[in-house]
């Protein structure tokens, strides 16, 4: 009696503590998905190859954005770039690195809602209705040629640019470190909750693979303790039109865009493809 007693205490006392855990995953999960930066990464970003100016854009219910434009030079049109940053990114690297990463194409780099000096808060629904509305000024420049533009996402953003990629005309897609989905993550970490029922922000990215027809280009990091190559082949295998799936030498998940390797690559995947007669 006295041991059942005892079973019984044991597989209350782990209840509670199950459902706690459930709960506090639940309650703090935009923290988990999201992490804003605030100070700029680069104090005064400005790119060697354009002429760079900080913009502030307001979201369809009015929330200001803020980030930079960065034009080539040499007169237009030309093709285009709209990069999405990971979850603790601010982009004003992107801003000092255009030059290299996106030589003779104009770049948008916003940073989301709560990061860096934009308002609001950081959400999955926002972040791929901005990136709309981001993708749709971009193309709508003067010196931007509206049928050659790119979508760059970057960990969580890879989940931004394959969402946008499906609701705009994307002429190519890179993803850097991308991955199946965000539930997929959250259930690899919290093996013992029931994550499926308390997640909001999902980023089922390898939902919308498939119809992806824009020629996409994959770059994974050679360590990646954040997104594991399992989760990457898993996304990769179901992508509608697959370029290239490379892994960048001595790369790991945070200093993989910065490498020079990882640079040179894009530059040349973007440059090729928006010199390719579009088929669609």
């Known amino acids: 009696m006295n041991n059942s007693r005892k ?82 990114e601010e982009v004003s690297w992107v801003a000092r690195d255009a030059g290299k990463l996106f030589p003779g194409m104009s770049v948008l780099a916003v940073n989301y809602r709560g990061y860096g000096d934009s308002q609001g808060d950081p959400a999955e629904e926002c972040m791929v209705e901005d990136g709309c509305m981001l993708f749709d000024w971009l193309a709508a420049r003067s010196h931007v040629d509206p049928k050659r533009v790119a979508v760059v996402g970057r960990s969580l953003g890879s989940g931004v640019a394959v969402q946008v990629a499906l609701k705009r005309p994307a002429h190519s897609v890179v993803l850097i470190t991308p991955y199946d989905s965000i539930l997929a993550l959250a259930k690899r970490r919290f093996r013992a909750v029931p994550v499926e029922f308390v997640l909001r922000h999902r980023f089922e990215t390898i939902k919308y693979a498939s119809e992806l027809k824009a020629p ?62 579009r088929t669609n």
Request: glycine residues 8%; charged residues 20%.
């Open 7 to 88: 079973v019984a205490g044991f597989a209350g006392l782990a209840s509670v503590l199950w459902v706690g855990l459930t709960a506090a995953v639940a309650a703090s999960q935009r923290r988990l998905v999201f992490n804003p930066t605030i100070k700029r990464e680069v104090a005064s970003p400005r790119s060697s190859g354009h002429r760079t100016r900080p913009v502030v854009l307001r979201a369809v219910d009015g929330t200001k954005l803020s980030g930079w434009l960065m034009k080539p030079a040499m007169v237009g049109p030309h093709p285009a770039v709209v990069y999405f940053g990971g979850r603790s």
């Open 216 to 277: 996409t280009y994959v770059l994974r990091a050679a360590s990646d303790d954040v997104v594991p190559h399992s989760h990457t082949d898993q996304l990769v295998a179901k992508l509608g039109k697959l370029h290239l799936d490379e892994i960048i030498p001595d790369s790991d998940h945070l200093n993989i865009p910065y490498l020079e390797a990882t640079q040179d690559r894009i530059a040349r995947f973007l440059g090729a493809q928006f010199a390719l007669p």
